[in-house]
């Protein structure tokens, strides 16, 4: 029997930095107030969690930053709202995509680009950047969160614009260190997630109350009320997606993997549910919200490999 809203996505209230949140999925709080277009109201809409199948895929091959090809990014967010691909790499940057006003017809040409890669204003450096997500700050504020390399322990932040306003230095609060690795990030609805390969887990991190502790000499920190142990998890490479009902998708060399987590404080756990395979290379994972998808590839391999439910 279908469950109800409340059960997939029940919301914490968003409390900023260190609100000593234990759950995910679990708390009393008022629907959720931001508006989430850019997920085609996944969330705020009460939508089930995508839970993706790995039976079939479409297959789609093309130039990378060309028109009618594939985005050349590492991790990215496919926003509906604006028909773009927004990536962290090659630097800060978005690509047209103007099929996402359609709806997914079984061919996965359906993600090429309509334009090349525009840079978004005020950068943040060349080659550091990972994955990027939307998410909400504690007063409903949208914003670009970009996750960096090796040796970069920030987030950095975009507003709803693309101007660049500054990052958060991640701190863990006495668990392993996430720095001198790669980040994948996604949002959850009530939290970033951070992974980080080599590592064996996921932090689970409050989001900034507001803008005021952003800003571009990264002085102020972000330290996690969460994580989510799994043996695999040092496997994630470029790119992390929520799915909904504490579902994860992470990015590996070889496809991705789907996980369910099971909060606990900081002493969560996490339980494979899928992985996503084919023969070939990865280095790319994105959610397309609106219909539903998992959209692999791009970047070297110059193909998009997109599963279903």
Not at 87 to 105: F, I, K
Not at 111 to 133: F, I, V, W
Not at 244 to 266: E, K, W
């Given at each position: ?39 085609d ?18 297959q ?29 790499y ?8 103007n ?33 990027m997500?939307v ?19 920030t ?46 887990y ?6 900034p ?36 009902g504490n ?15 099971t ?12 992985s ?12 397309d ?18 599963f279903?439910?």
């Amino acid at each position: 029997m279908k469950q109800d809203y409340w059960t997939y996505n029940k919301p914490l209230s968003m409390t900023g930095f260190g609100g000593g949140a234990t759950s995910l999925s679990n708390a009393g709080g008022a629907l959720f107030s931001f508006v989430d277009d850019e997920y085609d109201n996944f969330f705020t809409g009460g939508k089930a969690p995508i839970n993706i199948s790995n039976s079939s895929y479409d297959q789609f091959y093309g130039s990378n930053n060309a028109v009618g090809g594939t985005h050349e990014g590492l991790g990215v967010f496919f926003d509906t709202s604006r028909g773009r691909i927004y990536a962290a790499y090659p630097t800060s940057t978005y690509y047209g995509w103007n099929n996402s006003s359609g709806t997914y017809a079984g061919n996965a040409n359906y993600y090429a680009l309509s334009s090349t890669r525009t840079n978004m204003a005020g950068t943040y450096g060349y080659y550091l950047g990972r994955d990027m997500t939307v998410a909400y700050l504690g007063d409903d504020t949208q914003v670009f969160v970009q996750s960096n390399n090796n040796g970069n322990n920030t987030l950095q932040f975009f507003n709803s614009a693309g101007y660049h306003m500054g990052g958060l230095t991640l701190t863990t609060g006495g668990t392993n260190q996430p720095i001198s690795q790669d980040h994948s990030i996604a949002f959850s609805g009530t939290h970033l997630l951070l992974g980080v390969s080599s590592h064996n887990y996921i932090y689970a991190y409050d989001l900034p109350a507001n803008s005021s502790t952003i800003n571009t000499s990264n002085s102020n920190s972000i330290t996690p009320v969460m994580k989510y142990y799994h043996s695999n998890f040092n496997s994630i490479t470029y790119g992390m997606a929520w799915g909904g009902g504490n579902r994860v998708y992470i990015c590996t060399s070889s496809g991705a993997t789907q996980y369910l987590l099971t909060d606990n404080g900081f002493s969560g756990t996490a339980t494979s549910v899928a992985s996503y395979t084919w023969n070939g290379g990865n280095y790319s994972l994105g959610m397309d919200y609106k219909n539903r998808k998992l959209v692999l590839g791009g970047y070297s391999i110059v193909r998009y490999y997109v599963f279903g439910e």
